[in-house]
């Protein structure tokens, strides 16, 4: 009995100065690694987490003390690139009498509630396009249709907003433009504001629908003008002002009832702050006008320059600060956010 004991413990203390000597040449091969070694098998191990929404993760970390909560791991993504390898430059535009707006739809899955963001990259900037709108479907949807593809081809962080005079009474494009950048606003706060008519279709995507250091006109030409400005200073069409820029300038004078005046008042505001107005090459800034009659309620304002005339006197007091309108209702739709509103009558 007194050998068997005496033989247990010594095979006992065998085992603990193997168990000891296997310790020490673990912790001697983990010395041995590098940092950067121990850091890319912790990356590696925490990258193969599974990803969670955090409604999920509050969801399981209520649901008891023994649960697993896996870690949200978000993905890094760079700027995208300065010139998008997107684009195509010049396309051909169609507009197909039989096209429906379930179309425009489908071939623009990834935009939701009007907005759309690159997948792959981070936007430079954050654009919302404001169009003015009354009566004029068809030639929205014309719009909808080749500019969805023409903004997500410049990987931009965009948002389209339609706002809507609602009623029959004399249009006003101007107060509805600044009925659209208050109202986007309230959305997010977008680095540019891009002020679209609804009949103007960009024809090349190298007409980058961006803010630059000055205000930017960007119809050059345009089908009906055989493709030069339409005159010296013309202002009008499509611009794009940053928020910073547009609120220096008090907006648009909410005083324009009916057609023409107000983007000569806007250029006017423009000169009277010190800034000038930028255009991109005429060979890019061309559009196609999708023709249409004169519509009822839009006449020629007969006021148009009496009213350019007092520019330097009322600009500060006429404009944003002064804008009153009631919003009627707010639809985001798949292909854009519908803002009507009352803006009242002249």
Same mark, same amino acid.
């Given at each position: 009995?007194?050998?068997?004991?005496?033989?247990?413990?010594?095979?006992?203390?065998?085992?603990?100065?193997?168990? !000891?000597?296997?310790?020490?040449?673990?912790?001697?091969? #983990?010395?041995? /690694?590098?940092?950067?070694?121990?850091?890319?098998?912790?990356? /590696?191990?925490?990258?193969? !987490?599974?990803l969670v929404k955090?409604?999920?993760?509050?969801?399981?970390?209520?649901?008891?003390?023994?649960?697993?909560?896996?870690?949200?791991?978000?993905?890094?993504?760079?700027?995208?690139?300065?010139?998008?390898?997107?684009?195509?430059?010049?396309?051909?535009?169609?507009?197909?009498?039989? !096209?429906? /707006?379930?179309?425009?739809?489908?071939?623009?899955?990834?935009?939701?509630?009007?907005?759309?963001?690159?997948?792959?990259?981070?936007?430079?900037?954050?654009?919302?396009?404001?169009?003015?709108?009354?009566?004029?479907?068809?030639?929205?949807?014309?719009?909808?249709?080749?500019?969805?593809?023409?903004?997500?081809?410049?990987?931009?962080?965009?948002?389209?907003?339609?706002?809507?005079?609602?009623?029959?009474?004399?249009?006003?494009?101007?107060?509805?433009?600044?009925?659209?950048?208050?109202?986007?606003?309230?959305?997010?706060?977008?680095?540019?504001? #891009?002020?679209?008519?609804?009949?103007?279709?960009?024809?090349?995507?190298?007409?980058?629908?961006?803010?630059?250091?000055?205000?930017?006109?960007?119809?050059?030409?345009?089908?009906?003008?055989?493709?030069?400005?339409?005159?010296?200073?013309?202002?009008?069409?499509?611009?794009?002002?940053?928020?910073?820029?547009?609120?220096?300038?008090?907006?648009?004078?909410?005083?324009?009832?009916?057609?023409?005046?107000?983007?000569?008042?806007?250029?006017?505001?423009?000169?009277?702050?010190?800034?000038?107005?930028?255009?991109?090459?005429?060979? #890019?800034?061309?559009?196609?006008?999708?023709?249409?009659?004169?519509?009822?309620?839009?006449?020629?304002?007969?006021?148009?320059?009496?009213?350019?005339?007092?520019?330097?006197?009322?600009?500060?007091?006429?404009? /944003?600060?002064?804008?009153?309108?009631?919003?009627l209702s707010v639809?985001?739709?798949?292909?854009?956010?519908?803002?009507?509103?009352?803006i009242g009558k002249?």
């Amino acid at each position: 009995m007194g050998f068997c004991s005496s033989g247990c413990k010594m095979l006992c203390r065998v085992k603990y100065v193997f168990l !000891l000597l296997l310790s020490l040449s673990v912790l001697a091969w #983990i010395s041995m /690694l590098s940092g950067d070694s121990v850091k890319s098998a912790l990356a /590696l191990s925490v990258a193969m !987490l599974p990803l969670v929404k955090e409604e999920d993760t509050q969801n399981v970390a209520n649901s008891g003390p023994s649960t697993a909560v896996p870690l949200m791991i978000p993905t890094p993504r760079a700027e995208c690139p300065k010139e998008s390898p997107l684009l195509q430059g010049a396309v051909k535009l169609n507009f197909e009498p039989s !096209l429906q /707006l379930e179309e425009v739809e489908g071939e623009n899955k990834r935009v939701a509630q009007g907005r759309y963001q690159p997948w792959d990259c981070t936007a430079r900037q954050s654009v919302a396009i404001l169009i003015p709108h009354r009566n004029r479907e068809r030639h929205l949807l014309y719009l909808l249709h080749h500019l969805h593809p023409f903004l997500q081809r410049q990987q931009l962080h965009y948002a389209v907003y339609v706002i809507q005079q609602a009623g029959d009474g004399t249009f006003n494009r101007a107060k509805l433009l600044n009925v659209g950048y208050l109202e986007a606003l309230k959305d997010y706060s977008w680095d540019c504001f #891009i002020f679209h008519d609804v009949d103007l279709v960009p024809e090349n995507d190298h007409n980058l629908y961006v803010c630059d250091s000055q205000p930017k006109h960007l119809v050059v030409g345009r089908n009906a003008t055989g493709y030069k400005l339409h005159y010296k200073g013309y202002f009008g069409g499509v611009t794009a002002m940053s928020g910073k820029q547009f609120r220096k300038v008090n907006g648009f004078a909410n005083t324009y009832w009916g057609w023409g005046g107000e983007d000569d008042d806007l250029r006017n505001r423009v000169e009277l702050q010190k800034m000038q107005i930028v255009r991109p090459p005429a060979d #890019i800034a061309r559009y196609t006008m999708v023709f249409h009659k004169r519509d009822s309620g839009n006449e020629i304002n007969k006021d148009r320059i009496k009213l350019l005339r007092q520019t330097s006197r009322v600009w500060k007091r006429d404009g /944003l600060n002064s804008c009153k309108y009631q919003t009627l209702s707010v639809e985001r739709l798949p292909l854009y956010i519908n803002v009507t509103v009352d803006i009242g009558k002249p």
